[in-house]
Antibody
Framework: EVQLVESGGGLVQPGGSLRLSCAAS????????MNWVRQAPGKGLEWISH???????VYYDSVQGRFTISRDNAKNSLYLQMNSLRAEDTAVYYC??????????WGQGTLVTVSS | EIVLTQSPATLSLSPGDRATLSCRAS??????LAWYQQKRGQAPRLLIS???NRATGTPARFSGSGSGTDFTLTISSLEPEDFAVYYC?????????FGGGTKVEI
């Protein structure tokens, strides 16, 4: 069974940093592209970052230069390092799997709250 | 950036009704359009990929159509568990974008 489990969310002050993790199981993690998608409270979905199997990355403009996506295939894990956090980064963050396809599996999400 | 506009924002229907949801793209996304269902407090779930391909486990009452800039998700006869928010999403070009969602409510 495919499972994606996010962790690392919490309350952080504006300007602070946080590192999210996504533990993958039930599939060959190294063969899949992975993504982070977020959802602000009461709002819609926003894709923010993508990492290919070869480690190349793509970011949405709003997080470019502040967030870094990475993966550790040996640990079947995806990460999102978030720096210089702003109030508008407050959201549930989901990891999601793709393979030249839409997001076919999603984690349950982890809540990040940026507030003083 | 490709903007996806979903309409209507809210659809008020009853079980057994037919639901028709629209997604319009600001430029062609070819057939690279997906539909997701999201229930309150849950992660989104893929329903339809590449405009009309039902994902594994998607009931046959869900169907997708369209290409280019105009797409439709149809639910032929609403079941109680279908009342949720539906999002379209394009993967034709970066950045990947979602529509604003259509809430299907009783």
């Amino acid at each position: 069974e495919v499972q994606l489990v996010e962790s690392g969310g919490g309350l952080v002050q504006p300007g602070g940093s946080l590192r999210l993790s996504c533990a993958a199981s039930g599939f060959t993690f190294s063969s899949y592209q992975m993504n982070w998608v977020r959802q602000a409270p009461g709002k819609g979905l926003e894709w923010i970052s993508h990492i290919r199997t070869d480690g190349t990355t793509v970011y949405y403009d709003s997080v470019q230069g502040r967030f870094t996506i990475s993966r550790d295939n040996a640990k079947n894990s995806l990460y999102l390092q978030m720096n210089s956090l702003r109030a508008e980064d407050t959201a549930v963050y989901y990891c999601a799997r793709t393979l030249e396809s839409p997001f076919d599996y999603w984690g349950q999400g982890t809540l990040v709250t940026v507030s003083s | 950036e490709i903007v996806l506009t979903q309409s209507p924002a809210t659809l008020s229907l009853s079980p057994g009704d037919r639901a028709t949801l629209s997604c319009r793209a600001s430029q062609s996304v070819r057939s690279y359009l997906a539909w997701y269902q999201q229930k309150r407090g849950q992660a989104p779930r893929l329903l339809i990929s590449d405009a009309y391909n039902r994902a594994t486990g998607t009931p046959a009452r869900f169907s997708g159509s369209g290409s280019g800039t105009d797409f439709t998700l149809t639910i032929s006869s609403l079941e109680p568990e279908d009342f949720a928010v539906y999002y379209c999403q394009q993967r034709s070009s970066w950045p990947l974008t979602f529509g604003g969602g259509t809430k299907v409510e009783i």
